[in-house]
């Protein structure tokens, strides 16, 4: 839930502070709304704030479901909504109300429409934020970064599955950052998904994850040490050790690890 929004000190007349400084663009004439985001001030209209969100709604009339219902807040110069927020992304919200295109969206970025649902989903602008939306996915974005995007503003699933059936099945390993950008509670189902979808799954269970087969138990140690990037150096020990760490085999007979006696191994 966003915060209360917040309004300037009231004083004797009810013009500007000399300290403040009208938006070149966006303090218009005929609005009745102003918000301070210092030292700019916006005269905006208050009716796109009313119609489009849920939120500005109850702030700026109540919960009245009077159309005529007079402004609570934000009415005067002097009464100015404070806003902490940076300016320049502000404007890409207003624009969406004021494009003067008609429908022509094109001189908007990627970037500028991630701010802009951003903005939507933080004061609840639903049909500002099916916009963005459709805008986003025409836009070329890595399926990490596109996940995070969407779970942070709350889309539905209909949006995210896709791009957890396109990880989970692609040949690239998840590397570090990928995984910290995913989070522990997308990260652990996908790599389960990665996990089944490269072993036979039992019948009978399909919460297991079964080792391959044709693996033999010096295969996994090599392949589980170059994951965690660990060199048999740093184990103080030989290549072919046993899953178990248990000595590998020759010609059927177990053969003890080689170590450096004068190096004693590390503790992790």
């Not at 919200?93 to 951003?118: C, H, M, P, R, V």
């Not at 989903?121 to 996940?147: C, G, N, Y």
Request: net charge neutral; no cysteine.
């Amino acid at each position: 839930m966003p915060p209360k929004l917040n309004e300037t000190g009231k004083n004797e007349n009810d013009g500007r502070s000399p300290s403040l400084a009208p938006h070149t663009e966006y303090y218009i004439k005929g609005g009745d709304l102003y918000i301070l985001l210092t030292p700019i001030l916006y005269r905006v209209h208050s009716h796109f704030f009313i119609r489009e969100s849920k939120f500005w709604r109850d702030e700026l009339t109540g919960p009245s479901s009077l159309k005529e219902e007079p402004l609570r807040k934000g009415s005067t110069s002097s009464s100015a909504i404070i806003l902490q927020e940076d300016p320049q992304k502000f404007d890409r919200l207003l624009w969406i109300f004021y494009n003067t295109q008609f429908g022509d969206y094109s001189k908007a970025n990627l970037k500028d429409w991630i701010t802009i649902i951003e903005y939507a989903t933080k004061w609840d602008f639903p049909h500002v934020k099916e916009l963005a939306i459709r805008h986003i996915q025409t836009h070329e974005m890595d399926p990490i970064s596109r996940i995070r995007l969407y779970q942070d503003n709350k889309l539905p699933e209909k949006y995210l599955f896709p791009l957890y059936v396109q990880v989970a099945s692609r040949e690239e390993v998840l590397g570090l950052e990928e995984s910290r950008k995913l989070g522990l509670e997308t990260l652990v189902p996908i790599h389960q998904a990665r996990e089944r979808l490269r072993s036979p799954v039992p019948a009978n269970n399909r919460m297991l994850s079964p080792i391959r087969t044709d693996l033999k138990p010096t295969d996994v140690v090599e392949i589980v040490s170059a994951t965690f990037n660990i060199s048999f150096a740093d184990i103080n020990a030989t290549p072919g050790a046993n899953v178990d760490g248990s000595p590998p085999s020759v010609n059927g007979k177990e053969e003890p690890l080689k170590t450096d006696p004068k190096k004693p191994p590390n503790r992790r």
